[in-house]
Every structure is written in C-alpha cells, then in structure tokens.
C-alpha cells in the first residue's frame, strides 16, 4: 500500500483522484487545499489529515518523513500555474509525483523539471487519459495500419459554456489558466499527437478570451480546429446539463464517439504509473508547446485552413 498526498482536494477533478487512490488499494495519507469545501473526502478517506495553509502542509509532510513514514506520491489538482511550484516541493523531498494536465504551462517549465527529476531522484507522471481510451487507442491503430502517405482530414469542435464566474475566476486569467486553448483543450492536442505523430504547422485565427480556433498539421493528419466557452455558439443539439456542452471530432467525415468510456481511466492512469509506465515529462512536450504557441503567435490572416464553425461565426467574430 502506497502513502500518497493530495494538493488541491476542492477542485472539480479531485474526486478522480480519490477514487484511482481508493480504488489502487493506496493509502491518502493527507491532503491540502486552501479552501475547506472537500466533505468529498470523507467518501474515500475519512481519516486523512487536512491542511488549508501550506505550510502547515509541508510540516506534515516533513514530521513524515522524520518518522520514517515517508510519502510515495503527492497528487496535484491545484490551479495550473500551481503545478509547476507544488511538482517542485514534491520533488525535492524526493517524492514521486501525479499531476494533472496541463503538466505546466511553458516548455521551459518542462525542461526545469527535467532537472529536478535527475537532482532529487524522484519522477513525474502525468495524466493523460485519453491516451488510454478504446476509442483513441482503435483510431490510432487504424491511423498506423493506413498507407504511410495517408493523410486524414480531421474538424476538432468543443464547446462547452461556462457561467460568469469562470472569467473571474483564476481560469479567466491566461497567466494562470494558460487560457481557452491549454484549459479546456490541452487534452484533445495531446490525443491528436498520440494519433497523428509529430507536429509540422500550427496556425491561429482567432483568439479571444472565451473563444479561439485555428489549424493544425500533423503527420499524418490536417486538423481545423474550434474552442470555446461562450454559451452563444452552442448548436441547438447541444448536450444540456450541468455545463451545456458540444463536442464533436470529425475523421474523414466520420465522427469519433468517445462519449462513454471515461469512468476509470483516471484509476487506470495511476495504475500505469503504480507499474512504473506512466506518462512523464517527455511525453507531454508536444502539447504543451502547441498550446504556448496558440497563446502566443500572431494570428494568420489566411483562413483558406479555417475551421467551418468560424468561417460561418467569422462576420460575427472578425
């Protein structure tokens, strides 16, 4: 039984990582979170210790070690730009680390944690699930038994709306969230590398603080592209609930269904890492710069690759 940690026990995808811990056979030895709203936890480890200061937090962890009781994982489901500083604090106590995506937010964080990696002895695993879903994995393996100059036509749409609070929350800050592109789609870039291989073109054409779109050219796949958290873009076959959501991946025509599907793949993902294969630093570079480019680059005045959503919205948006 593993003794883990978890950073960030308030936050929307907590309650996943509670349940890969519990469901492992591992051990939540405490948690932390500068808000105190984790009943959550009583559900999966009623005993864990709970911090709403850090350094409380960190005395704990330390008081541990001391004890020869040292931690074997800090789990981090803290706000974006908080990966970076708690992967660091983990791995210098030599603590092995699962961190939600975005891993960070620049490619230079990547190659920090590279260095601390090797400096302390202690690894990075990230969570990136799609990689492990039937749906993605059948896909790729069609992608890879096609003619090598296969190249697919892909349309990626997500829409998913998001009330006012989101822009002033620390979501709405790209400096924090890393923006639209990195918070709400730094996943879907990952599973189209994992599919399509290496990167070759990334163009953007739109940008704002609630939409962005653009086109992206893999190896073996031409992507158009379209993201958004504004309500007003939702089509009337939207997904209503919770956060009235669409999502749509169009293959040579064909939709990609993945809708079902995720319930375990966060547990899967930490028992890849249990087993010692699990997604590292290396493995999340692509996206992470893709996404520090869309944040970035100027936008491209040829729309001639534009995702159809925009080349309809664009009197709209343009």
Same mark, same amino acid.
């Given at each position: 039984?593993?003794?883990?940690?978890?950073?960030?026990?308030?936050?929307?995808?907590?309650?996943?990582?509670?349940?890969?811990?519990?469901?492992?056979?591992?051990?939540?030895?405490?948690?932390?979170?500068?808000?105190? +709203?984790?009943?959550?936890?009583? @559900?999966?480890?009623?005993?864990?210790?709970?911090?709403?200061?850090?350094?409380?937090?960190?005395?704990?962890?330390?008081?541990?070690?001391?004890?020869?009781?040292?931690?074997?994982?800090?789990?981090?489901?803290?706000?974006?730009?908080?990966?970076?500083?708690?992967?660091? &604090?983990?791995?210098?106590?030599?603590? =092995?680390?699962?961190?939600?995506?975005?891993?960070?937010?620049?490619?230079?964080?990547?190659?920090?944690?590279?260095?601390?990696?090797?400096?302390?002895?202690?690894?990075?695993? #990230?969570?990136?699930? %799609?990689?492990?879903?039937?749906?993605?994995?059948?896909?790729?393996?069609?992608?890879?038994?096609?003619?090598?100059?296969?190249?697919?036509?892909?349309?990626?749409?997500?829409?998913? #709306?998001?009330?006012? !609070?989101?822009?002033?929350? !620390? /979501?709405?800050?790209?400096?924090? @969230?890393?923006?639209?592109?990195?918070?709400?789609?730094?996943?879907?870039?990952?599973? %189209?590398?994992?599919?399509?291989?290496?990167?070759?073109?990334?163009?953007?054409?739109?940008?704002?603080?609630?939409?962005?779109?653009?086109?992206?050219?893999? /190896?073996?796949?031409?992507?158009?592209?379209? *993201?958004?958290?504004?309500?007003?873009?939702?089509? =009337?076959?939207?997904?209503?609930?919770?956060?009235?959501?669409?999502? +749509?991946?169009?293959?040579?025509?064909?939709? *990609?269904?993945? @809708?079902?599907? &995720?319930?375990?793949?966060?547990?899967? #993902?930490?028992?890849?890492?249990?087993?010692?294969?699990?997604?590292?630093?290396?493995?999340?570079?692509?996206?992470?710069?893709?996404?520090?480019?869309?944040?970035?680059?100027?936008?491209?005045?040829? %729309? @001639?690759?534009?995702?159809?959503?925009? /080349?309809?919205?664009?009197?709209?948006?343009?």
């Amino acid at each position: 039984m593993k003794k883990f940690a978890l950073i960030g026990a308030s936050g929307y995808i907590a309650p996943r990582h509670l349940k890969a811990i519990k469901e492992t056979g591992n051990d939540l030895v405490v948690a932390m979170d500068i808000n105190d +709203s984790v009943g959550i936890m009583d @559900s999966h480890f009623p005993d864990a210790e709970f911090f709403t200061e850090f350094e409380e937090f960190e005395a704990f962890v330390e008081d541990q070690t001391l004890k020869g009781e040292k931690l074997d994982y800090v789990s981090i489901c803290s706000p974006n730009y908080l990966h970076a500083p708690h992967m660091k &604090f983990a791995l210098k106590k030599g603590i =092995d680390v699962i961190c939600e995506k975005p891993l960070v937010l620049s490619s230079e964080d990547l190659d920090i944690l590279a260095v601390y990696e090797e400096k302390y002895g202690a690894k990075v695993n #990230s969570i990136l699930q %799609l990689r492990l879903h039937p749906s993605i994995i059948a896909l790729r393996d069609k992608v890879a038994e096609a003619p090598e100059d296969k190249v697919f036509d892909v349309d990626l749409t997500y829409l998913t #709306s998001r009330g006012k !609070w989101y822009m002033k929350s !620390w /979501k709405g800050f790209d400096h924090k @969230s890393g923006g639209v592109a990195t918070n709400i789609g730094v996943h879907f870039y990952d599973m %189209l590398h994992f599919i399509f291989g290496d990167i070759v073109k990334n163009e953007v054409h739109y940008r704002d603080e609630k939409t962005t779109a653009g086109y992206l050219e893999y /190896k073996r796949a031409r992507v158009r592209w379209f *993201l958004s958290i504004d309500a007003d873009y939702l089509p =009337d076959n939207a997904v209503h609930g919770e956060k009235s959501t669409y999502r +749509s991946i169009l293959v040579e025509g064909e939709e *990609l269904e993945f @809708s079902g599907g &995720f319930t375990d793949l966060h547990t899967q #993902s930490y028992q890849r890492i249990l087993d010692n294969n699990g997604y590292g630093i290396d493995d999340n570079r692509t996206a992470i710069e893709t996404v520090e480019k869309i944040r970035t680059a100027s936008l491209s005045r040829d %729309l @001639s690759c534009a995702h159809p959503y925009l /080349k309809k919205k664009k009197n709209e948006l343009l």
